[in-house]
DNA sequence: GGCAATCCTG
DNA sequence: CAGGATTGCC
C-alpha cells in the first residue's frame, strides 16, 4: 500500500474514538486549569507526579460540572464551539442540542409522515397554521377547521364515512411507515440505527422547547381528539422507542460501542482522538464542531515523551499543558448521529445507575454471578439477558421489531446496563493497542477509567498490565532492530534517523499496533518512536549494548 | 519479601 | 499473547 495514500486520506472517513474516554467520564472530569499548566518534569519523582495527575483528575470533577455546564452554552447561543453537552451534575439532563441534532434525515422523514398524515390528502393546515389554531381558536375550532377541511376535500361524502375511511387509510398510512422505517434501517449500519431511533424516539418527549416540537405538540393535540388515531401513532412511537431502548441496550453492551463501530468498518463518523498540542490554552479546539474533553487522567495516560531540550540533547518527561481533545471531525456526515449516541450511552448508564440504586446491590451481584468468568481474551463482550431475577427471552435484545416492550423488559433493559465484562474481549485489546499510541505505561487508574466497561480484578488488572508490557516489548525490539539497522547502513548522524508516516519502522508498528489501520496515529507517537529510535541508534553506537542492562536506561527515559 | 517490569519461551 | 523466570527496586 502506498504510504502516502492512507497516511492522511484514508483516516477522513473513518477514525477512532477510544471509548474508555466515554462520554460519561468526559463529560465528568474537566482538566483543572490550575494544575493543567504545571510541568510535571519538575517534580521530583514519578509518584509525584501520578500524584498530581490524580489529584488534578479528582478534583476536576467540579470544575467539569461548571465547565460543561449547558446554561452557560445557552447563553451563548450557537457558539461554533460545541462541547459535549452533559453536565456532571444533571444525572439526568439530556440536552435538548444533542437529542435533537439526532439524523436530521430520518427526522424529517417522520417529520414528513406525520406531516402526511394530518394534510394528506387534502389537509392544509401547516405547523404555522396549526399553532395558529391552537393559540387563537383553541383545541374545538382547531379540529372542527381540520376535520372539515379534510373531508371537504377528500369527497368521502359525510363525515362519518370519511372517519372510517380516515382511519383505514392512516392504518395503512402506518403500516407503511413501519414499512418504510424498517427498509430504511436495514439498509442502514446496525450501529447507526439504534442511536437514531433512540434518539428521534426520545427527543419527541424531551425536547418540549424545540420548534419543531411545538409543531408536533400540536399535531398530537390533533389527534388528541381522535383516539382510534391516538392508538394508532401510540403504537407507532411505542413500536419506535421500544425498538430504539433494545437496540440502545445492545450497543451498550458492546464494550466499545464507537471502537467498534470505527473498527468494524461501518461507521463514517470520524472522531479522532487527538493530542492537544496546538490548541488554545484553555483546552478548547476551534474546530467549529462539537468537542469532548478527556479527563485529566488523559495527561498522565499520555505521559508522552517530548525532547525538552534538543540542545542539552536530554529528554525529559513533561506534562502535557491540556488534555487532548475527542473533536469531531469537520467532514463527519454523522456527527449528531454519533454525539445522540453517546447521549444514548450516557442515558443508559444513568439509567443503569438508577435501576441499581432501586434494585439493590445484592441482586446486581446476582445477575454479575449469573455471567461466567471468561479469563482468556473474548471473542464478544459478555452479554447476558437471561438471568435469574427477571426472566424475559433472550431475543427481546436483539429483536428490531418488537410490537412492543413491556414493563418487565424495561426493567431487564436497566438491569442488564448495569453489568460489566468480567473478561477481556478482543475489542478490549484492540483498544488497548490505540491507547498504546498515547501511552506506554497505563498506571491502573487510567486502565480503569479507559476500560470502564470491564469489571475489575486483580486478574483483569494484571492483564491488562502484562498487555501494555507485551507492546512495549515490541515496540522496543522494533526500536533496536531499526536502530541497529540503521547504523549496518552506514547512518553516521542521529539526525538523519527520522520516524515519518511512510518509513518502514513507523509501518511495522502501525501494523501491530493498528492493523485495521483505521486510526489516525498522533503525531506525538511518531515522535516518541523518533526519539526511542535515535536513543537506541546513540546506545549502541557508543557500546552501551556490551552492558546486559543497557536498555534499561532507555527503558527508565521513556517511562 | 513484595511488587513491577523485563526477559525468555512456546 | 500468555506464562514463567529473572531482575531490580523499595
Not at 370519511?162 to 407503511?176: F, I, M, P
Not at 435501576?355 to 449469573?370: I, Q, Y
Given at each position: 500500500?502506498?504510504?502516502?495514500?492512507?497516511?492522511?486520506?484514508?483516516?477522513?472517513?473513518?477514525?477512532?474514538?477510544?471509548?474508555?474516554?466515554?462520554?460519561e467520564?468526559?463529560?465528568?472530569?474537566?482538566?483543572?486549569?490550575?494544575?493543567?499548566?504545571?510541568?510535571?518534569?519538575?517534580?521530583?519523582?514519578?509518584e509525584?507526579?501520578?500524584?498530581?495527575s490524580?489529584?488534578?483528575?479528582?478534583?476536576?470533577?467540579?470544575?467539569?460540572?461548571?465547565?460543561?455546564?449547558?446554561?452557560?452554552?445557552?447563553t451563548?447561543?450557537?457558539?461554533?464551539?460545541?462541547?459535549h453537552?452533559?453536565?456532571?451534575?444533571?444525572?439526568?439532563?439530556?440536552?435538548?442540542?444533542?437529542?435533537?441534532?439526532?439524523?436530521?434525515?430520518?427526522?424529517?422523514?417522520?417529520e414528513?409522515?406525520?406531516?402526511?398524515?394530518?394534510?394528506?390528502p387534502?389537509?392544509?393546515?401547516?405547523?404555522?397554521?396549526?399553532?395558529?389554531?391552537?393559540?387563537?381558536?383553541?383545541?374545538?375550532?382547531?379540529?372542527?377547521?381540520?376535520?372539515?377541511?379534510?373531508?371537504?376535500?377528500?369527497?368521502?361524502?359525510s363525515?362519518?364515512?370519511?372517519?372510517?375511511?380516515?382511519?383505514q387509510?392512516?392504518?395503512?398510512?402506518l403500516?407503511?411507515?413501519?414499512?418504510?422505517?424498517?427498509t430504511?434501517?436495514e439498509?442502514?449500519?446496525?450501529?447507526?440505527?439504534?442511536?437514531?431511533?433512540?434518539?428521534?424516539?426520545?427527543?419527541?418527549?424531551?425536547?418540549?422547547?424545540?420548534?419543531?416540537?411545538?409543531?408536533?405538540?400540536?399535531?398530537?393535540?390533533?389527534?388528541?381528539?381522535?383516539?382510534?388515531?391516538?392508538?394508532?401513532?401510540?403504537?407507532?412511537?411505542?413500536?419506535e422507542?421500544?425498538?430504539?431502548?433494545?437496540?440502545?441496550?445492545d450497543?451498550?453492551?458492546?464494550?466499545?460501542?464507537?471502537?467498534?463501530?470505527?473498527?468494524?468498518?461501518?461507521?463514517?463518523?470520524?472522531?479522532?482522538?487527538?493530542?492537544?498540542?496546538?490548541?488554545?490554552?484553555?483546552?478548547?479546539?476551534?474546530?467549529?464542531?462539537?468537542?469532548?474533553?478527556?479527563?485529566?487522567v488523559?495527561?498522565?495516560?499520555?505521559?508522552?515523551?517530548?525532547?525538552?531540550?534538543?540542545l542539552?540533547?536530554?529528554?525529559?518527561?513533561?506534562?502535557?499543558?491540556?488534555?487532548?481533545?475527542?473533536?469531531?471531525?469537520?467532514?463527519?456526515?454523522?456527527?449528531?448521529?454519533?454525539?445522540?449516541?453517546?447521549a444514548v450511552?450516557?442515558?443508559?448508564?444513568?439509567?443503569s445507575?438508577?435501576a441499581?440504586?432501586?434494585?439493590?446491590?445484592?441482586?446486581?451481584?446476582?445477575?454479575?454471578?449469573?455471567i461466567?468468568?471468561?479469563?482468556?481474551?473474548?471473542?464478544?463482550?459478555?452479554?447476558?439477558?437471561?438471568?435469574?431475577?427477571?426472566?424475559?427471552?433472550?431475543?427481546?435484545?436483539?429483536?428490531?421489531?418488537?410490537?412492543?416492550?413491556n414493563?418487565?423488559?424495561?426493567?431487564?433493559?436497566?438491569?442488564?446496563?448495569?453489568?460489566?465484562?468480567?473478561?477481556?474481549?478482543?475489542?478490549?485489546?484492540?483498544k488497548?493497542?490505540?491507547?498504546?499510541?498515547?501511552?506506554?505505561?497505563?498506571?491502573?487508574?487510567?486502565?480503569?477509567?479507559?476500560?470502564?466497561?470491564?469489571?475489575?480484578?486483580?486478574?483483569?488488572?494484571?492483564?491488562?498490565?502484562?498487555?501494555?508490557?507485551?507492546?512495549?516489548?515490541?515496540?522496543y525490539?522494533?526500536?533496536?532492530?531499526?536502530?541497529?539497522?540503521?547504523?549496518?547502513?552506514?547512518?553516521?548522524?542521529?539526525r538523519?534517523?527520522?520516524?515519518?508516516?511512510?518509513s518502514?519502522?513507523?509501518?511495522?508498528l502501525?501494523m501491530?499496533?493498528?492493523?485495521?489501520?483505521?486510526?489516525?496515529?498522533?503525531?506525538?507517537?511518531l515522535?516518541?518512536?523518533?526519539?526511542?529510535?535515535?536513543?537506541?541508534?546513540?546506545?549502541?553506537s557508543?557500546?552501551?549494548?556490551?552492558?546486559?542492562?543497557?536498555?534499561?536506561?532507555i527503558?527508565?527515559?521513556?517511562?
Amino acid at each position: 500500500m502506498n504510504p502516502s495514500v492512507w497516511s492522511e486520506g484514508m483516516y477522513s472517513s473513518s477514525s477512532i474514538c477510544l471509548d474508555g474516554f466515554h462520554a460519561e467520564h468526559l463529560s465528568s472530569f474537566q482538566l483543572d486549569p490550575v494544575l493543567s499548566n504545571v510541568d510535571v518534569s519538575a517534580h521530583k519523582n514519578s509518584e509525584d507526579r501520578k500524584m498530581l495527575s490524580e489529584s488534578a483528575y479528582y478534583r476536576s470533577g467540579d470544575a467539569g460540572s461548571s465547565l460543561m455546564n449547558p446554561s452557560k452554552d445557552s447563553t451563548t447561543g450557537h457558539s461554533p464551539i460545541r462541547r459535549h453537552p452533559f453536565p456532571a451534575s444533571s444525572s439526568c439532563g439530556h440536552d435538548e442540542w444533542n437529542l435533537n441534532s439526532g439524523h436530521q434525515a430520518k427526522r424529517a422523514r417522520v417529520e414528513n409522515i406525520i406531516k402526511g398524515m394530518t394534510s394528506s390528502p387534502g389537509m392544509h393546515c401547516t405547523n404555522v397554521t396549526r399553532n395558529q389554531c391552537v393559540k387563537t381558536d383553541g383545541m374545538q375550532e382547531k379540529e372542527t377547521i381540520h376535520e372539515q377541511d379534510y373531508v371537504g376535500t377528500s369527497g368521502f361524502g359525510s363525515q362519518r364515512t370519511g372517519k372510517q375511511l380516515e382511519n383505514q387509510h392512516l392504518r395503512a398510512r402506518l403500516d407503511h411507515v413501519d414499512e418504510v422505517i424498517d427498509t430504511k434501517d436495514e439498509d442502514e449500519s446496525p450501529e447507526t440505527s439504534p442511536r437514531d431511533a433512540f434518539t428521534d424516539s426520545y427527543s419527541e418527549f424531551q425536547t418540549s422547547s424545540s420548534r419543531e416540537y411545538q409543531g408536533r405538540k400540536s399535531v398530537m393535540s390533533y389527534f388528541q381528539s381522535q383516539p382510534e388515531r391516538i392508538k394508532l401513532m401510540a403504537e407507532v412511537l411505542k413500536y419506535e422507542l421500544s425498538r430504539a431502548v433494545s437496540r440502545s441496550v445492545d450497543s451498550i453492551f458492546k464494550s466499545m460501542p464507537l471502537i467498534q463501530t470505527n473498527i468494524e468498518g461501518n461507521a463514517e463518523t470520524d472522531i479522532r482522538l487527538q493530542s492537544s498540542v496546538g490548541e488554545d490554552e484553555s483546552g478548547l479546539t476551534c474546530c467549529g464542531n462539537a468537542e469532548v474533553q478527556v479527563p485529566d487522567v488523559q495527561t498522565e495516560a499520555l505521559s508522552l515523551v517530548v525532547q525538552k531540550s534538543r540542545l542539552e540533547n536530554k529528554f525529559v518527561l513533561h506534562h502535557r499543558p491540556q488534555p487532548p481533545i475527542l473533536f469531531w471531525n469537520h467532514d463527519s456526515k454523522d456527527q449528531p448521529s454519533e454525539r445522540n449516541h453517546e447521549a444514548v450511552c450516557q442515558h443508559a448508564l444513568r439509567c443503569s445507575q438508577d435501576a441499581c440504586s432501586r434494585v439493590g446491590p445484592a441482586k446486581f451481584d446476582t445477575l454479575r454471578n449469573s455471567i461466567k468468568v471468561r479469563s482468556k481474551v473474548n471473542s464478544r463482550s459478555v452479554r447476558s439477558p437471561q438471568t435469574h431475577t427477571v426472566s424475559v427471552d433472550p431475543t427481546l435484545m436483539e429483536s428490531p421489531g418488537l410490537p412492543h416492550v413491556n414493563i418487565e423488559s424495561d426493567c431487564l433493559v436497566k438491569t442488564n446496563l448495569y453489568m460489566l465484562n468480567e473478561g477481556l474481549t478482543t475489542n478490549h485489546l484492540k483498544k488497548a493497542k490505540l491507547m498504546f499510541f498515547y501511552t506506554r505505561y497505563p498506571s491502573s487508574l487510567v486502565l480503569k477509567m479507559c476500560f470502564h466497561d470491564v469489571q475489575f480484578s486483580r486478574c483483569i488488572t494484571s492483564q491488562l498490565i502484562k498487555w501494555f508490557s507485551n507492546f512495549r516489548e515490541f515496540f522496543y525490539i522494533q526500536m533496536e532492530k531499526f536502530a541497529r539497522h540503521a547504523l549496518i547502513e552506514g547512518v553516521s548522524d542521529v539526525r538523519g534517523l527520522t520516524v515519518e508516516r511512510q518509513s518502514e519502522l513507523f509501518r511495522a508498528l502501525n501494523m501491530h499496533y493498528n492493523k485495521a489501520n483505521d486510526f489516525q496515529v498522533p503525531d506525538r507517537f511518531l515522535e516518541v518512536a523518533e526519539i526511542t529510535l535515535r536513543e537506541f541508534y546513540i546506545s549502541i553506537s557508543m557500546g552501551k549494548d556490551r552492558d546486559p542492562s543497557w536498555k534499561k536506561a532507555i527503558y527508565k527515559m521513556m517511562h
